[in-house]
C-alpha cells in the first residue's frame, strides 16, 4: 500500500525568506503523480503544484518549486520570498492510476510566514 | 462560476439518525470523492467515482455509503452516524487533463456527532 509521509508537522520563516517542505512516499508503482495542496485558515484546500512521476524535470510554479526525486521518493516544496498569505497548512498527495485511482495524502506541515 | 458545493456547511446530529451529506459539481467532471479531515491524520480517502454508476472505496469507507446516479452529483450517507464520525469534510472533483486529475475541492462540511 502506498503512504505519504511528512516528517516536518510545524515549521516557521521570515518573510522574504525560503523554506522547504518535505515529503517522502512509498509506492512499488511507475506511473503516478504528486501534488502540494495549500490550506489557508479559511479551510478552502488549493492546488499548489502538480507532478508527473515520468517527468524528470522539477515542476515550477512562480514562486513555488519541487525537488522531485524519484528513486529516492521524494517530493519536497520549496517557497522562495514567502509572504504572510503563505501561511497555511500544506499537504503532500499521491495518485495512482494503476488498477486504482486513490489520493493518498500525508498528515501536513503547518506553515506560519512571520513578518 | 466554476465550483463544488456541498451541503450542509455545519451539521450537530445524535448518534444513529441517518444524515446526508450531498456534493455537487458544475464541471461537467467524471472523477469525484469524498474525504475525512482529522488533526494529526490530514486528509483520508473515503470513496471515490470514477463515472455515473461507478465507485470504489478509498482508505476509510466504514460507516458510510455514497451512491452516482448522475454526473454532477456525489452524496455521502451516513446510516447510523456514530461519535467517531465527528469530522470535517471535502468533497472534490476531478477532470482528466493530459492525464492529469487536478482536483477542486468543496468548501468542507464540519460534522459534530453527539
Known amino acids: 500500500a502506498q503512504t505519504v509521509t511528512q516528517s516536518q508537522p510545524e515549521m516557521s520563516v521570515q518573510e522574504a525568506e525560503t523554506v522547504t517542505l518535505s515529503c517522502t512516499y512509498d509506492?512499488?508503482?511507475?506511473?503516478?503523480?504528486l501534488f502540494w495542496y495549500k490550506q489557508p485558515p479559511s479551510r478552502q484546500m488549493i492546488l499548489v503544484i502538480r507532478q508527473e512521476a515520468y517527468k524528470q524535470q522539477n515542476a515550477t510554479e512562480n514562486r513555488f518549486s519541487v525537488n522531485f526525486q524519484k528513486a529516492a521518493k521524494s517530493f519536497s516544496l520549496k517557497i522562495s520570498d514567502s509572504q504572510l498569505g503563505d501561511t497555511a497548512m500544506y499537504f503532500c498527495a499521491f495518485f495512482t492510476t494503476s488498477g486504482t485511482y486513490k489520493y493518498i495524502f500525508g498528515t501536513g506541515t503547518r506553515l506560519k510566514v512571520l513578518a | 462560476e466554476a465550483q463544488v458545493t456541498q451541503n450542509p456547511r455545519y451539521l450537530i446530529t445524535v448518534t444513529g439518525k441517518k444524515l446526508t451529506v450531498t456534493c455537487s459539481q458544475n464541471?461537467?467532471?467524471?472523477?469525484m470523492s469524498w474525504y475525512r479531515q482529522d488533526p494529526g491524520l490530514g486528509l483520508r480517502q473515503i470513496y471515490y467515482?470514477?463515472?455515473?454508476?461507478?465507485?470504489d472505496k478509498g482508505d476509510v469507507p466504514e460507516g458510510y455509503k455514497v451512491s452516482r446516479k448522475e454526473k454532477r452529483n456525489f452524496p455521502l450517507i451516513l446510516e447510523s452516524p456514530s461519535p467517531n464520525q465527528t469530522s470535517l469534510y471535502f468533497c472534490?472533483?476531478?477532470?482528466?487533463?493530459?492525464?492529469?486529475?487536478?482536483?477542486?475541492f468543496g468548501p468542507g462540511t464540519r460534522l459534530t456527532v453527539t
Open positions: 467515482s470514477m463515472n455515473v454508476e461507478v465507485t
Open positions: 509506492t512499488s508503482e511507475n506511473n503516478y503523480y
Open positions: 472534490a472533483s476531478s477532470f482528466r487533463s493530459g492525464g492529469w486529475y487536478e482536483q477542486y
Open positions: 464541471m461537467n467532471h467524471e472523477y
